[in-house]
């Protein structure tokens, strides 16, 4: 699938042989051992456990042969180097297997294992499997083309659209018959005097010179709402403009209070930064004065280590100056006891003669 030839790999050279060589395996081992292991890449055809001759027992090496030679392969690949049970085993390719000779002793059953092999026995083959196979077959999925070529399909596809739509214009202008154009009637809109609530400065000024009217000296318009009263006919009574004036009066009150409340709210932040800063002060004097004890502590440990060392100096030179008080005692005696033996020796030596 890859395009990669069989015969670069090494495997290539073994490819007439579906038998392996397996060895260093340990000795407690059987033959179901070992097809437990190595049937995983493949079904076991025949195995040849190789066993002394006069105790029985496996010698640590065998032979198999899998059904299919491409199991050797993955085998070899896989199980060569693995430890069993503390040892590492030895998995190869065998090129020439010699199957071994047929001994007076042997058993009917190793007999028709080499003969054999120890494979599952394949039924035969009929129509009828075939037609099964036919029947659960899995529909091979059609490969889906690329996205390129989808973007090309759907841009011809749209293309081909805007064709068709521009011929059967061309045909049905082509069909009609020459004659006057006809008129088409556009409806004018009405005014909306309300419109002029949430228009800006100047738009009523506009509005009375598109009319050919004159604005007089008196009737100059600051706030849109006027506009608005002048070109009613006084729409709004004298008891809208006092829900008006409570509104704005509403406003103020509502505005006085939220500075009022800001500036409370300004008291106490201050407050609050400044009991903060002074918990802050306090919190640090406390850490100082926890530092220093802490010093003083270990200065007087120190202190203490130091007349503890100066002891034990005193101690140590104590026990030397005694150490030498006894050595000159010893030296003392031992001159004693010569000079007594030479008084001694002198005076056998008198006698003597």
């Known amino acids: 699938s890859l395009g990669v030839k069989e015969t670069v790999s090494w495997h290539?050279?073994?490819?007439?042989?579906?038998?392996?060589?397996?060895?260093?395996?340990?000795?407690?081992?059987?033959?179901?051992?070992?097809?437990?292991?190595?049937?995983?890449?493949?079904?076991?055809?025949?195995?040849?456990?190789?066993?002394?001759?006069?105790?029985?027992?496996?010698?640590?090496?065998?032979f198999i042969c899998y059904e299919d030679q491409r199991s050797t392969i993955l085998a070899v690949d896989n199980l060569n180097g693995i430890r069993i049970k503390g040892r590492t085993i030895r998995v190869d390719h065998v090129l020439n297997y010699r199957p071994p000779k047929d001994n007076e002793d042997m058993d009917d059953i190793t007999k028709r294992l080499r003969e054999e092999g120890c494979a599952p026995k394949l039924p035969d083959h009929s129509s009828s499997e075939s037609e099964e196979e036919e029947q659960y077959a899995v529909p091979v999925k059609k490969p889906k083309k690329d996205k390129k070529e989808k973007k090309k399909n759907k841009k011809e596809k749209k293309e081909k659209k805007a064709l068709k739509a521009e011929r059967e214009?061309?045909?049905?202008?082509?069909?009609?018959?020459?004659?006057?154009?006809?008129?088409?009637?556009?409806?004018?809109?009405?005014?909306?005097?309300?419109y002029d609530k949430y228009s800006q400065r100047g738009a009523a000024e506009e509005r009375l010179r598109s009319r050919?009217?004159?604005?007089?000296?008196?009737?100059?318009?600051?706030?849109?709402?006027?506009?608005?009263?002048?070109?009613?006919?006084?729409?709004?009574?004298?008891?809208?403009?006092?829900?008006?004036?409570?509104?704005?009066?509403?406003?103020?009150?509502?505005?006085?209070?939220?500075?009022?409340g800001e500036r409370r709210d300004g008291?106490?932040?201050?407050?609050?930064?400044?009991?903060?800063?002074?918990?802050?002060?306090?919190?640090?004097?406390?850490?100082?004065?926890n530092d220093r004890n802490r010093e003083?502590?270990?200065?007087?440990?120190?202190?203490?280590?130091?007349?503890?060392?100066?002891?034990?100096?005193?101690?140590?030179?104590?026990?030397?100056?005694?150490?030498?008080?006894?050595?000159?005692?010893?030296?003392?005696?031992?001159?004693?006891?010569?000079?007594?033996?030479?008084?001694?020796?002198?005076?056998?030596?008198?006698?003597r003669k």
């Open 267 to 289: 008291g106490l932040q201050l407050e609050s930064k400044r009991t903060g800063r002074e918990e802050g002060e306090r919190t640090r004097e406390r850490e100082r004065d």
């Open 169 to 194: 214009q061309r045909e049905r202008l082509a069909q009609t018959p020459p004659g006057p154009v006809p008129t088409v009637r556009v409806k004018q809109e009405k005014e909306d005097l309300g």
């Open 12 to 62: 290539s050279e073994y490819k007439d042989s579906a038998w392996i060589f397996i060895g260093g395996f340990p000795y407690e081992l059987t033959e179901g051992d070992i097809v437990c292991v190595f049937s995983q890449y493949g079904e076991i055809a025949n195995i040849n456990l190789v066993r002394d001759k006069k105790t029985g027992k496996s010698k640590g090496f065998c």
């Open 212 to 260: 050919g009217e004159r604005p007089g000296p008196g009737s100059e318009l600051r706030n849109p709402r006027d506009t608005h009263r002048q070109e009613d006919g006084g729409f709004r009574n004298r008891y809208g403009d006092q829900q008006d004036r409570e509104r704005d009066r509403s406003r103020e009150d509502e505005k006085r209070r939220h500075e009022m």
């Open 296 to 351: 003083s502590e270990k200065d007087s440990d120190r202190n203490r280590d130091r007349e503890r060392e100066k002891d034990r100096d005193s101690d140590r030179n104590r026990d030397r100056e005694r150490e030498k008080d006894r050595d000159s005692d010893r030296n003392r005696e031992r001159d004693q006891s010569s000079k007594h033996r030479e008084e001694h020796s002198r005076e056998r030596e008198y006698r």
